[in-house]
């Protein structure tokens, strides 16, 4: 796959990005590094490295010039050292986590069922909903077992200044995430822009009006890139998405958890009314005893088989499901909107979202998010120049005993 070159970001951008990674590098370094240690140890994990075998020599160059996602070099970047670079990595290559298929990807495998999409309109307040929203619908769309349509690049709240005109201040998810090289990891995960999108099927006549089936629908004008367009001429793309996608109103992801089987793909209504009735007497279950559920100081194991446990853990005051049914499994083309006027927003973290069966697709799951939704090289590379920078200054107020400079307070 031909790499990308991603943009310099300017100085004003980058300080703001810069603002929100500050405290997450600190947490990174001091707290979730050993965090993820104990959790290497009780799962086996391997061991984060920085060599690959390489079969063709002459890949080699191009091998060491690409981004990798288990692994960090900030040398291109400006720094920091190697040394500082690794303390920030927090994620680790394990390869059995590349061949992992879930239910619909091993049963779209077996059955040869041709690729489906999933189309998310992205949330519009600042960056940390966006990338929580985003985290959600990527983990969403993988346990459906869809390709993953990237909306345009557009502004995004807090991020948008453009003096002088020679900013950018317009941002795809490709600007963050190494979404490339995620591909490269999994052969079943795929990402295409919404211009492929609209070129491959809205402009070739596979979209048609939901309201009248063998009505063809070609997009807005017959446009087909929708990068930097205005929220109101942005409007017309989403108008015509969800014209032409299957849509399910009944998902309200704020009150709700989507929930995945071990086994089945068939969820008729029969087997959604067992769910539901399963989900409605641990969340009853709850309310009547609720002093007696101390999760923080009596969880339950990792690999606990027991639905009731889980469940009791991720509902919290919900009882609703969000079912991958029947009818949306059939579906070609799903969207997802936005709209926090109808609670429609993925505004939680996928952990709190997701319930599945299986909790080995659960532990993967998050796996995947810990180790590959990780920002990109350049982003971490600056938040290091960051905690470099302010351990250079710690030393100076205490040299004798803070020679590495790892204790400091600062204000933002």
């Known amino acids: ?87 920030m990595v927090y994620w680790y290559k394990i390869p059995s986590d590349e061949t992992f298929l879930n239910p619909f990807q091993r049963k779209n495998m077996e059955e040869g069922i041709e690729e489906k999409f999933l189309i998310f309109e992205p949330d519009a307040a600042g960056w940390n909903n966006i990338r929580m929203s985003l985290e959600t619908i990527i983990t969403l769309a993988i346990s459906m077992g869809r390709t993953i349509v990237l909306p345009p690049e557009k502004r995004i709240y ?13 941002f795809t998810f490709r600007d963050f995430f190494h979404l490339e090289e995620v591909e490269d990891e999994h052969p079943h995960l795929k990402f295409i822009s919404m211009e492929e999108y609209l070129i491959k099927f809205g402009m070739t006549g596979q979209l048609k009006s939901k309201t009248a089936p063998f009505h063809v629908k070609y997009p807005p004008q017959n446009r087909t890139n929708w990068d930097g367009s205005d929220p109101q001429v942005m409007n017309q793309l989403w108008a015509y998405i969800q014209e032409t996608s299957y849509m399910d109103e009944s998902w309200k992801p704020m009150d709700s958890i989507s929930y995945f089987p071990q086994y089945d793909t068939d969820l008729g209504p029969e087997r959604r009314a067992q769910i539901q009735d399963n989900v409605t007497k641990v969340a009853e279950d709850i309310s009547h005893n609720r002093g007696e559920y101390q999760l923080l100081s009596k969880p339950f194991p990792v690999g606990s ?58 532990i993967w799951t998050k796996r995947f998010v810990r180790d590959h939704l990780r920002y990109n090289d350049e982003l971490m590379c600056a938040a290091a120049r960051v905690v470099d920078a302010i351990r250079t200054k710690a030393k100076t107020y205490d040299p004798d005993n803070n020679k590495d400079g790892r204790f400091h307070t600062c204000k933002l």
């Not at 936005?338 to 952990?351: E, I, S, V």
Request: proline share 3%.
């Open 1 to 87: 796959m031909t790499s990308r070159v991603r943009p310099l970001y300017s100085i004003k951008v980058m300080e703001k990005i810069l603002v929100l990674l500050c405290i997450c590098a600190f947490l990174t370094i001091n707290v979730q590094h050993n965090i993820l240690e104990v959790y290497k140890e009780t799962n086996s994990l391997q061991s984060k490295s920085n060599d690959t075998d390489i079969t063709n020599k002459n890949d080699v160059d191009d091998y060491y010039n690409k981004p990798h996602l288990h692994s960090l070099k900030c040398e291109k970047y400006g720094g920091p050292s190697n040394d500082l670079a690794s303390e």
């Open 158 to 170: 807090l991020l948008w200044e453009n003096k002088g005109g020679q900013q950018k201040h317009q």
């Open 305 to 362: 088989t027991s639905n009731y446990l889980r469940l009791r853990e991720r509902l919290a005051n919900r009882n609703q499901v969000c079912f991958y049914d029947n009818e949306m499994q059939k579906a070609k083309f799903v969207h997802f909107k936005h709209d926090w006027k109808t609670g429609d927003r993925f505004l939680l973290p996928y952990y709190t979202f997701h319930y599945f069966e299986d909790w080995q697709q659960d």
